[in-house]
């Protein structure tokens, strides 16, 4: 039984860790993947908002450029074709040449898509001229990252806008903010926060217009991917986290569980054997001492002693059926409740217990520092608590049983001890030998029979009388159970 219970216990640890374990590797790769996932956004991002603001500042160029074209002033646009077949060709010519070498350098080109051909320039003309010079040709120019000295005033004119041009922090902050909101991060962030940063950084963008040869280079600074992954992953870790402690939770109940089941299984067969031995040796010692007196003519003394004995047995047989039928009903009723000189009951019940004194050569020393302390309960109930207080300190002995009883009165609680000389509780069981079926685990230590319910019954009668019931060691050896009842003051 006990090797599959153990053989159970560690199938299913086996089986609650692999859960566990798969639980949190799960959570671990989904962090990783988010980790790397975020890793690549932000980057892309920010790669997509330095493009965003490179691609605005050179459509400004672009503008000015129409302008410069557009402008009489600074060049000329005029238009021919040479021959009947040939397409249209276009010139620029700076309007007024710095230099004179200058005065018959221009630029001429056709456009494919230009069908017609004309002798001079219309202003429709020159309007495509210019969406084409500027939109297209120096557009591509401007990816490229180069400049070209189409005339000298346009080269010089363009150098200047295009080397003047600088990123703006500004624009490129709003633009990734916007890219990450794309992305579903709403994440915290700084753009080139400088090395001594705890932020989690991007690579380097190169945002200049001359790149490769030239850079000025944008990174961000953005709270931690570790927060971004709590947050985005809150719930699943929450549920998963909620998982693991039910498991744990189910796994640890089940193994208690099983270990009570069994605990009590072999409680119930130590019960039934225990109980065997325990009626049997007072119907036997009322037998034996009953065809004693019916046998032999005795005299009145030894006919006295022999009654008690049969006396003690069958109250010893009542308290036994009382403590295994649980006593509930009477524990539980209050009908039979008086008022009672503690004093006598407790006399009494030393009486009950006298021929066993006797029997095991017992010392019991009862000192009362009162005498008419009065409470209110039942004799009977009160008289077996003691007697089984007394009938555990002759049990469970080292030599000769020397037992104190003692009655005080503090306040208004009356103090009863019943001090033994006898083996002692180790601490660690003090609250547990109240505990219905509790026996002290000490193997075959002692061969002393018992069901492990005297003094729950102990307890269940105190309890009733309002009372309290509490073990302390007694010095140099044995025990002390001390009853608190509360004194009874009309
Ligand atoms: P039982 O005596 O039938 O086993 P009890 O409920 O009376 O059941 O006692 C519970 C356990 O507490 C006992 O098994 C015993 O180990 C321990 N015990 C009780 N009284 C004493 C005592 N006076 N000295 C030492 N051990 C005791």
Do not use: C
């Given at each position: 039984m006990k090797r599959t219970i153990v053989l159970i216990v560690v199938l299913m640890s086996i089986c609650v860790t692999g859960i566990i374990g798969l639980q949190l590797f799960w959570n671990y790769q989904s962090y990783k993947n988010t980790l790397q996932f975020f890793d690549h956004s932000v980057n892309d991002a920010l790669v997509k908002a330095v493009a965003k603001e490179s691609f605005k500042r050179k459509q400004d160029i672009v503008k000015q450029f129409e302008n410069w074209l557009a402008d009489t002033s600074v060049v000329t646009i005029t238009a021919d074709h040479n021959n009947r077949d040939s397409a249209t060709v276009f010139h620029i010519q700076d309007t007024h040449p710095k230099f004179v070498e200058d005065l018959h350098r221009q630029t001429q080109f056709g456009l494919s898509d230009f069908k017609e051909r004309l002798n001079h320039i219309t202003p429709a003309a020159k309007k495509i001229v210019i969406k084409h010079f500027a939109g297209r040709i120096l557009m591509q120019d401007l990816e490229k990252g180069i400049v070209y000295n189409y005339t000298q005033t346009l080269?010089?004119?363009?150098?200047?806008?295009?080397?003047?041009?600088?990123?703006s922090l500004h624009l490129i902050n709003q633009y990734f903010k916007a890219e990450l909101l794309k992305k579903n991060i709403k994440?915290?962030?700084?753009?080139?926060?400088?090395?001594?940063?705890?932020?989690?950084?991007?690579?380097?963008?190169?945002?200049?217009?001359?790149?490769?040869?030239?850079?000025?280079?944008?990174?961000?600074?953005?709270?931690?991917?570790?927060n971004y992954f709590f947050k985005a992953m809150k719930w699943v870790i929450i549920t998963s986290l909620l998982l693991i402690s039910i498991t744990i939770g189910c796994f640890y109940y089940t193994v208690k569980t099983l270990f009570?089941?069994?605990?009590?299984?072999?409680?119930?067969?130590?019960?039934?054997?225990?109980?065997?031995?325990?009626?049997?040796?007072?119907?036997?010692?009322?037998?034996?001492?009953?065809?004693?007196?019916?046998?032999?003519?005795?005299?009145?003394?030894?006919?006295?002693?022999?009654?008690?004995?049969?006396?003690?047995?069958?109250?010893?047989?009542?308290?036994?059926?009382?403590?295994?039928?649980?006593?509930?009903?009477?524990?539980?009723?209050?009908?039979?409740?008086?008022?009672l000189n503690l004093y006598d009951v407790i006399q009494s019940a030393i009486g009950d217990i006298e021929p066993v004194l006797k029997d095991t050569n017992s010392n019991l020393d009862f000192k009362a520092s009162i005498s008419d302390v009065e409470v209110y309960g039942d004799r009977g109930m009160l008289s077996n608590a003691l007697v089984n207080l007394i009938d555990n300190a002759l049990k469970y002995t080292n030599g000769r049983p020397i037992i104190t009883i003692s009655l005080n009165c503090i306040d208004n609680i009356a103090f009863i001890s019943i001090a033994d000389n006898g083996i002692g509780i180790p601490s660690i069981y003090k609250d547990q030998i109240f505990d219905r079926f509790f026996r002290i685990p000490n193997g075959n230590l002692h061969n002393v029979k018992g069901f492990g319910l005297g003094l729950s019954y102990v307890k269940q009668i105190v309890t009733k009388h309002k009372g309290f019931i509490d073990f302390r060691k007694n010095d140099p050896e044995g025990s002390i159970f001390t009853i608190k009842l509360p004194i009874y003051h009309g």
């Open positions: 080269g010089d004119s363009l150098k200047k806008a295009f080397y003047a041009s600088r990123p994440a915290d962030f700084v753009l080139n926060p400088g090395k001594q940063t705890s932020l989690y950084l991007t690579n380097k963008v190169n945002a200049d217009f001359r790149k490769p040869y030239q850079s000025v280079l944008i990174y961000a600074g953005i709270e931690h991917p570790d009570s089941q069994h605990k009590l299984s072999e409680l119930k067969d130590n019960f039934v054997s225990n109980m065997t031995h325990e009626l049997n040796t007072p119907i036997a010692s009322i037998k034996i001492t009953a065809e004693a007196l019916k046998k032999f003519k005795h005299d009145s003394e030894t006919r006295e002693e022999y009654l008690n004995i049969i006396s003690y047995q069958a109250d010893r047989l009542s308290n036994l059926t009382d403590q295994i039928l649980n006593t509930a009903e009477r524990v539980n009723s209050t009908n039979s409740f008086e008022l």
